[in-house]
């Protein structure tokens, strides 16, 4: 059963544009992968979870966490997304912000890293996510699958314990905006194309289940 109609309005009216997003073969090909891993981890239709990796857990892994979680809502299949990073600073609100532009519901309690609340239906209970490093007891420790997203963690992180696997799907920082005049489309555009992509994935493995 796909749940896309619960999600929140503007949550459902952006979506229509991840539809339309051209991902080019090269990232198809790790998306594929990452796609037929899962069904080759899925055992008695238990799937192991994701978890994203990036440097700092700040930007992109804690984005497609978020989305990861959405569509594997949207989709009805029952995975559970995590994202982790190698150092700890925090969710940068330059993030929050353009989550909040798609259309998000986001509350963070705290100061230095903040705990964030993030909705997208009143379905289900919001994630809670925070910066945090990828082996932290919030995130599981076995049976996940590990999501390499920036080029920095994947190359000085040699060995991720308890991963069942490693993918990387890496994306461009959308730090090197910072400060500037481009600072909100690029941060835009970066929330679309992992949003795009993580829809990409879970309608392929929605349709792998016939679901």
């Known amino acids: 059963m796909i749940h896309e109609g619960s999600l929140f309005l503007p949550l459902k009216n952006y979506l229509q544009r991840l539809k339309d997003v051209v991902i080019n073969t090269e990232r198809i090909k790790n998306l594929d992968l990452l796609c037929t891993t899962m069904l080759q981890k899925n055992k008695e239709d238990v799937f192991p979870n994701l978890n994203f990796i990036c440097t700092h857990n700040s930007r992109r892994s804690t984005i497609a966490q978020i989305w990861a979680k959405t569509m594997a809502f949207s989709f009805d299949l029952p995975i559970d997304c995590f994202s982790g990073g190698v150092e700890i600073t925090a969710f940068n609100l330059r993030a929050v ?8 519901q986001i509350i963070g309690k705290g100061s230095d890293n903040p705990i964030y ?18 082996d932290d007891p919030s995130n599981p420790s076995s049976k996940f699958i590990a999501v ?15 991963a069942e696997a490693r993918i990387p799907v890496r994306y461009v920082d959308p730090k090197i905006a910072d400060d500037t005049p481009e600072e909100s489309e690029t941060y835009d555009a970066r929330v679309l194309q992992i949003g795009a992509e993580m829809h990409y994935l879970f309608k392929s493995l929605a349709q792998n289940l016939n679901r």
């Open 97 to 104: 912000k353009a989550m909040r532009r798609a259309g998000f």
């Open 117 to 134: 609340s993030v909705a997208f239906t009143d379905a289900v209970d919001p994630l809670n996510t925070f910066s945090k490093k990828f």
């Open 148 to 162: 390499m997203t920036c080029a920095h963690a994947d190359e000085n992180c040699p060995v991720i314990y308890g």
